[in-house]
């Protein structure tokens, strides 16, 4: 033992300037870290956050229920492709609250989001290769990231909309459950333009039910 805390004290001796230094550089880091998280909390900023948000309207009143949420990097499975959508996601505005996608990547992205709720709602197909009655329905995938200041929380949203909703929108305004809403119902006039604009940024998705 004494030898082993000879070595161990000649070793502190000889190198205790880099050792200095790798204590200081990780609590420097550390530091930074909780910094950031706690800027990002205070911000209410999470985009490493992906929310699938079933939007619809009932009796002129509009509904927004959460399918599913989980970090961006267990849905798009590689690193580079999360870092990549979070930073998108910065590029949005109020008035275009619509992650720009560059073109090739469109797909993939929207793929990996129509992949996740396909899965949740397997049972219904597996029923309509039974033979089994189902009902089915057609919903539009779309990207987004509401950075108003009335959104609670920031984060990558993947809007989960009726297609014949989205393509039908009533002019009038509707009935919100929360005053934070009135940002979605923007962000679905919005997406309306866009699909008729650009439907490369939507993907189709039929659930059975």
């Known amino acids: 033992m004494q ?4 070595s161990l004290l000649a070793y502190l001796a000889s190198n205790w300037p880099e050792l200095i230094w790798i204590v200081a550089a990780a609590g ?8 950031r998280s706690r800027r990002l909390w205070q911000q209410r900023e999470f985009l490493d956050r992906l929310n ?36 998108l996601a910065k ?7 619509i992650i720009p996608l560059p073109d090739d990547d469109r797909w993939y992205y929207l793929n990996s989001v129509l992949n996740e709720i396909s899965e949740r709602f397997a049972g219904g197909h597996l029923r309509k290769d039974a033979g089994l009655p189902v009902e089915m329905v057609q919903y539009l995938i779309c990207l987004t990231c509401e950075p108003a200041s009335d959104v609670r929380t920031k984060k990558v949203r993947a809007m989960l909309v009726r297609r014949h ?3 039908n929108l009533p002019a009038e305004e509707p009935t919100y459950e929360c005053s934070s809403h009135a940002v979605r119902w923007q962000t679905l006039q919005i997406m309306a333009r866009r699909w008729r604009e650009d439907p490369g940024q939507f993907l189709t998705i ?3 039910l």
Do not use: H, W
């Not at 030898?3 to 000879?6: D, L, V, Y």
């Not at 420097?28 to 870290?33: C, D, M, P, R, T």
């Open 206 to 208: 039929e659930v059975c």
């Open 91 to 97: 590029r949005t505005t109020p008035t275009d609250p």
């Open 28 to 35: 420097i880091a550390s530091y930074l870290a909780g910094s």
């Open 165 to 167: 909703l989205l393509e």
């Open 52 to 87: 699938v948000s079933l939007t619809s309207l009932n009796n002129g009143q509009l509904k927004i229920r959460t399918i599913l949420e989980m970090d961006v990097g267990d849905i798009f499975l590689n690193r580079s492709a999360a870092v990549k959508i979070s930073q």
């Open 3 to 6: 030898q082993i805390a000879n």
